[in-house]
Nanobody, 125 residues
Framework: QVQLVESGGGLVQAGDSLRLSCAAS????????MGWFRQAPGKEREFVAA????????YYADSVKGRFTISRDNAKNTVFLQMNSLKPEDTAVYYC??????????????????WGQGTQVTVSS
């Protein structure tokens, strides 16, 4: 059974940092891109960041560029999201996702085959 399990969410104040982790089990995703999405209450799920299979190429939503950093450890089948200078508008459930095909883009939910259950990030002002 394939599972993606996020951890590291929590309640922080504006300006603080958090590091999210997503551990995959059941299969390896080391050959495929992985990404992070988020969904705030009453809003659609949106792209946050993605990393190529090697982690060398990374992609970010404009809203988080310069503040968030995605990285991955393929030996541990894990992807991370370092979030700095958090803002109240970053409050959302954060989901990690994994692709299982090559040649896709990075920013749309339908490009990802597996999803975690999500971890809540709440940023107070």
């Amino acid at each position: 059974q394939v599972q993606l399990v996020e951890s590291g969410g929590g309640l922080v104040q504006a300006g603080d940092s958090l590091r999210l982790s997503c551990a995959a089990s059941g299969r390896t995703f080391s050959s495929y891109p992985m990404g992070w999405f988020r969904q705030a209450p009453g809003k659609e799920r949106e792209f946050v960041a993605a990393a190529s299979w090697s982690g060398v190429s990374t992609y970010y939503a404009d809203s988080v560029k310069g503040r968030f950093t995605i990285s991955r450890d393929n030996a541990k089948n894990t992807v991370f999201l370092q979030m700095n200078s958090l803002k109240p508008e970053d409050t959302a459930v954060y989901y990690c996702a994994a692709q299982t095909s090559h040649g896709l883009g990075y920013a749309f939910s339908y490009e990802y085959a597996y999803w975690g259950q999500g971890t809540q990030v709440t940023v107070s002002s």
